[in-house]
């Protein structure tokens, strides 16, 4: 089985490369109405061209799974401040593609907390659409939207999860049918185990990205070796490998917040398992150091007798 490695959004690696330039509506506000635009234009021009130098890292490092920075084009869902992204740059939109498709790279998004549908307030299921549709136009523009997904939680509890869980069947009925095919549901540290998401995804036939760290957080009642093949069942019809969110504790005290690396140690039983199902993943390590922390664990991994490095971002287990 293999197992390929992948980080998030921006790597630490390389200088003063974050994809993640903001602007805010109120320094927006703030500026000349002809300066609004061309201000817009410059941030955003600026997030596509570290998208662009992280793709071209990834490739150098034969790192093929990697976490798009959801917050590429500043104030793109504000309903006072939403522009045309797309248009302005479409070339480097499909610049953006074409890496990606010629490195066989394993694109996503990761949609704020926000962006939710188990909410009783009908605007944040607007909002929360609309942020889905704004990744979607990204995905679309870059000519990789057949073969990529967008990750959320369930959402909130609300003080009472039968009703909450209800809502977002109700809810999620208003996203665009060629959008939710392309989107990921993923167990939370606090609220929604991996069972619980795993109904959800069953149920609208939801790909489950599996978050190893919030499963040990929040484990449920069911064991991961009967949760497992349930949850890489939810990905047979993608035609991709499932995918596992991979990270470890703080400390024992702060177990929920993320290390700067991942500790092998508290990762090993998840080897072991993956190993008895023997299928293909791929992990997103989504440690504090990123990129580093990524390319370090995938060495400290690949010592383990019967664990063979195979590429920069890949190893095979026997």
């Known amino acids: 089985m293999r197992i390929r ?19 805010t509506f109120k320094r927006y506000c703030a500026l000349k109405k002809e300066e609004r635009m061309e201000k817009l234009l410059d941030v ?42 797309v248009s302005p740059f479409a ?15 394993r694109v996503s998004f990761h949609p704020n907390q926000f ?21 979607y136009r990204m995905f679309e523009a870059m000519g990789v939207h057949e073969n990529s997904y967008m990750n959320i939680h369930v959402g909130g509890a609300y003080g009472d999860k039968p009703a909450a869980t209800a809502r977002f069947h109700e809810n999620i009925l208003q996203l665009p049918v060629h959008i939710k095919a392309k989107m990921t549901l993923e167990n939370d540290d606090k609220t929604y185990t991996t069972d619980e998401t795993l109904g959800v995804c069953l149920r609208h036939n939801i790909p489950l990205a599996f978050d190893y760290h919030h499963h040990m957080a929040n484990p449920g009642i069911k ?28 400390s024992e005290k702060e177990f929920r917040p993320h ?25 997103m390590v989504e440690a504090k150091m990123k990129d580093r922390a990524m390319l370090k664990l995938i060495e400290d991994i690949a010592k383990i007798r019967g664990i063979k490095r195979v590429s920069g971002g890949a190893v095979d287990i026997k």
């Open 115 to 135: 962006t939710l549908f188990t909410s009783p307030d009908s605007q944040i299921t607007s909002n929360a659409v609309r942020d889905m549709e704004y990744h």
């Open 223 to 250: 064991p991961i070796e009967e949760l497992l093949p349930l949850v890489f069942g939810t990905w047979d019809h993608t035609g991709i490998p499932p995918k596992i969110h991979i990270s470890s504790p703080k």
């Open 5 to 23: 490695m992948g980080y998030v959004s921006t790597a630490t690696s390389l200088w003063e490369a974050t994809p993640s330039r903001t602007l």
């Open 259 to 283: 290390s700067d690396f991942v500790d092998l140690d508290f990762l090993m039983p998840l080897i072991r398992l993956l190993k008895k199902l023997g299928r293909d993943v791929d992990f």
């Open 91 to 105: 070339r480097e939109w499909r610049e953006l593609g074409e890496w990606i498709r010629r490195f066989n790279m």
């Open 44 to 85: 955003t021009r600026q997030n596509i061209s570290n998208t662009q130098r992280i793709l071209y890292f990834n490739a150098a490092h034969q790192i093929d799974v990697y976490r798009l920075s959801s917050s590429i084009v500043p104030l793109a869902t504000h309903p006072e401040a939403g522009w045309d992204f």
